[in-house]
């Protein structure tokens, strides 16, 4: 049994590692942004619009105006469209059976021309082009007398910049979405890029590939950093390295247990919750700390009063906001609770066998200023009231990605040639097809910039307004001078006759056109110009298509219910914190209250983002625990120093971040270190007996 | 300096290729044929077309299209004017026997001494097939079939 209890802490580990892999539970992990979204309607929209695939496109330019430069780009484009997940661009277009039904639907009618028609005029100048054209005239027997819109041949898929060179566009498979078909496109047109320095490339995956690696550079130094600052804390300080590998082998399980749980629960778990979710169960080390330094695991003792109580009421706070009715927060809190319970269970019951010796440590702290608790009770609560009314939150998650000016020169660049107006996407909704033609032709009537796949399908209101009788005695007409001008007989049989009767759309008919469905819900995409958006967002059958405002929105909805349930989390944690330290109340309170103090000070300087909220709440989780620590009856220097040790690795673990480039992990990180600063002040200042 | 001429010289005169041809068009619309004869030269950089009685010329060159006429000059782009653009490429890659440029446009088969090409997605509107049949690396004919249904047949005479 002794023997058994010694390696329980690994053979749980391979177990949960075994359940992990075997159930394939990656799978289970969502890296679409979209995952953090509470379930609903405007998270399924958005899921639908990710597939109608509407920017995975990818932009090739080659300098220089002569021939050669085009001959160089059809080169390379070749060499592109060799690759399984290139293909040569498609305008959305409606099938060609129905383009020939419904033509004098479809385009629009020159009525200034039809009114002043001749038709022999017209129909011997198309004679004669007949006659003298060098190749083969394209005689368009729909529309003969050029009364509607049309391209006689197809236009050329090159563009031509004038002082610049050659532009083409390659659309990307819509299966593509992983991080290596991204990463193999991406290679190959650096490698193309590479042995031909007049070449540019840009596709908005680019910066998927590019700010990957990145990270994985700065998480590198990142990780040198951590792994110096705890090699100095467990090898020289501590001098344990088996307490190393048992408290690193937990954390691990207790990460995978929180996995499991969290996926079973949810299905589907979002990396952020994971992220987040790792980040808080490392608290628990100060668990550990507690235990090995108070000789719980020296003399095989299990239950530390004040470790249970700081366990207990961060879980509490935890288990009480795991009400609020957001998907993320709902995720993290569970994560976040089966990880620390897991973590508490293993450093309070399983640690004491398995015969870990308290080294002597080096002395470290000494505190020689001590300050009065009231006295930093009220510095605290001036700062937070001068505080509040500062604080302005930044909704936009793509502000925490890395700035990659490079490729933004090149999106730049491109955009210059192709998009000359900045545009943005919407999305349209309606109940049926029909419904949703008629929002599309509704903007674009309103809107004429308006790029709108289905902006120009003809409706029943289309089919009304079409003159039958007029067109009929233009079609006999046309046949009759035909005839006696010399072409073929009934050449012109079909011009200007409506083949079918009203148009009726089917969502299998339309499948060529970027549709989506979720329930009864039918979707589409307009591409509107930035200057009209403001208005365009307010019309009825148009949602954003922003995450950034989804998010603010839903966020919104839910924050009565987040207020309700923070102000019952802080009433347990003040409840607990009474029963904890009853008469040093207000002195336990002091670690919650000062370190957000000076953190809310940051929104003098900064926009409040997303991760430097939840670092804070990573932060009070932490604070809960000294708070009770420090004004526990039974306060020695160990727990001073377990503290001191905890934090210490707790900036091993998020604090190095504030070295990061990237602007995610550095908030993460300036959020820590000026936290755990904080409470290294309240330590110092705090008075401990001997 | 002299010898570059000379060298400029030998060189005009072995790329230099006149070919006179028939050419055969029916088109479709009018249910008729035509037939007209005419002279196509091919040199190092330029490719120029003139058909008997007519007093316009079409000259290809590696930067533009011109159309001359007795007292006009109409310059296009290769761009602008797409179908000379393909007519003349479709003359250099099969004179010269250049596949290169014939893939630029189309897929090339070969069976016998008949050669097939079917162009490529964007063509492929207007073009059904082209064939040719090359003897002693003078043309037999090419044919043209047009997805409106016109034909045009070349064919190359002394």
Not at chain 1, 162 to 187: A, H
Not at chain 1, 669 to 682: D, E, K, M, R, Y
């Amino acid at each position: 049994m002794k023997r058994l209890s010694k390696y329980l802490n690994f053979i749980i580990l391979v177990v949960l590692l075994i359940i992990v892999f075997t159930n394939h539970l990656s799978k289970n992990i969502s890296t679409q942004i979209t995952s953090i979204l509470p379930q609903g309607e405007n998270k399924e929209l958005l899921k639908e619009f990710e597939k109608l695939n509407t920017n995975k496109q990818l932009f090739i330019s080659y300098k220089g105006q002569s021939k050669d430069s085009l001959q160089n780009l059809k080169k390379i484009e070749k060499q592109l469209l060799q690759h399984n997940n290139i293909h040569p661009i498609t305008t959305p277009s409606i099938n060609k059976e129905y383009e020939k039904k419904y033509y004098y639907l479809l385009h629009k009618l020159d009525d200034k021309k039809f009114n002043s028609l001749d038709i022999k005029q017209e129909l011997t100048i198309i004679h004669k082009k007949i006659m003298v054209s060098t190749f083969s005239f394209s005689l368009d027997t729909i529309d003969p007398l050029n009364l509607y819109e049309k391209n006689s041949l197809p236009k050329s898929p090159y563009l031509q910049i004038e002082n610049y060179g050659y532009v083409t566009i390659l659309q990307l498979d819509k299966g593509i979405n992983n991080f290596d078909k991204y990463k193999e496109i991406y290679d190959l047109v650096q490698n193309i890029k590479q042995s031909n320095p007049n070449i540019e490339a840009f596709s908005t995956m680019f910066y998927f590939v590019e700010n990957q690696e990145k990270i994985k550079s700065d998480v590198n130094l990142i990780i040198t950093l951590s792994l110096t600052v705890l090699f100095i804390l467990y090898i020289v300080i501590l001098r344990n390295i088996k307490l190393l590998i048992h408290t690193i082998t937990t954390l691990s399980s207790s990460i995978l247990f929180a996995l499991i749980i969290s996926i079973f629960i949810f299905n589907e778990l979002s990396i952020f919750t994971i992220v987040f979710g790792i980040s808080i169960s490392t608290i628990a080390i100060d668990y550990m700390f507690h235990n090995y330094l108070h000789g719980y695991y020296e003399h095989k003792k299990t239950l530390n009063k004040d470790v249970f109580f700081g366990m207990f009421t961060t879980l509490g706070a935890f288990f009480i906001l795991s009400f609020v009715d957001f998907s993320f927060i709902q995720q993290l809190t569970v994560f976040s609770i089966c990880s620390l319970l897991f973590s508490y269970i293993q450093f309070t019951f399983l640690f004491p066998h398995l015969n870990i010796k308290s080294k002597q440590s080096k002395q470290i702290t000494k505190n020689k200023v001590t300050i009065k608790p009231i006295f930093i009770s009220l510095v605290s609560i001036v700062l937070i009231t001068v505080a509040i009314p500062n604080i302005k939150i930044d909704f936009n998650i793509k502000n925490l990605d890395i700035d990659n000016q490079e490729l933004h020169d090149l999106d730049d660049f491109f955009n210059k040639f192709i998009n000359k107006d900045k545009k943005t996407a919407v999305l349209l909704y309606a109940n049926s097809v029909e419904n949703l033609i008629i929002n599309a032709h509704k903007l674009q009537t309103t809107y004429p910039k308006t790029l709108n796949p289905l902006g120009n399908i003809p409706t029943q209101n289309s089919f009304e307004k079409f003159d039958i009788n007029r067109f009929e005695t233009l079609n006999q007409e046309i046949n009759r001078i035909a005839k006696e001008i010399g072409f073929r007989d009934n050449i012109f049989q079909n011009s200007y006759k409506l083949l079918d009767d009203i148009p009726k759309y089917t969502y299998k008919e339309l499948k060529e056109f970027p549709i989506g469905q979720y329930k009864n819900i039918f979707i589409t995409y307009a591409i509107v110009s930035n200057s009209n958006y403001d208005n365009i967002i307010k019309e009825p059958y148009i949602k954003t298509l922003s995450f950034k405002e989804l998010f603010k929105k839903d966020l919104t909805q839910s924050l009565k219910n987040l207020q309700f349930f923070s102000f019952i989390a802080l009433l347990f944690i003040c409840t607990m914190l009474f029963v904890a330290v009853k008469s040093k109340f207000f002195q336990a309170l002091n670690y919650i209250l000062f370190p957000i103090a000076v953190l809310l000070l940051l929104s003098f300087y900064i926009k409040l983002n997303i991760l430097h909220i939840f670092m804070m709440i990573v932060l009070i989780a932490l604070s809960i625990d000294y708070g009770i620590y420090m004004n526990s009856s039974k306060l020695t220097n160990s727990t001073h120093k377990a503290i001191f040790y905890s934090l210490l690795s707790t900036f091993a673990g998020f604090g190095v971040l504030v070295f990061s480039n990237v602007n995610a992990l550095f908030s993460i990180g300036l959020i820590s270190t000026i936290g755990i600063v904080s409470l290294i002040i309240l330590l110092l200042t705090h008075k401990v007996p001997k | 300096m002299k010898l570059l001429l000379y060298i400029s010289l030998i060189t005009t005169i072995l790329f230099s290729q006149e070919i006179n041809f028939k050419e055969t068009k029916y088109i479709y619309a009018l249910d008729n044929e035509l037939h007209k004869n005419g002279t196509l030269n091919i040199n190092k950089d330029t490719i120029s077309l003139r058909y008997t009685n007519s007093d316009q010329k079409i000259i290809y060159t590696n930067d533009n299209i011109q159309i001359k006429t007795k007292n006009t000059t109409e310059i296009y782009t290769h761009e602008e004017s797409i179908e000379y653009n393909i007519f003349f490429q479709l003359v250099l890659g099969v004179y010269t026997n250049n596949s290169q440029i014939l893939m630029e446009n189309f897929t090339i088969k070969s069976q016998d001494d008949m050669t097939t090409l079917l162009p490529t997605e964007y063509l492929a509107s207007v073009i059904e097939t082209i064939e040719y049949k090359k003897e002693d690396d003078k043309l037999k004919f090419l044919k043209i079939n047009f997805t409106n249904q016109d034909r045009i047949t070349i064919e190359e005479i002394e």
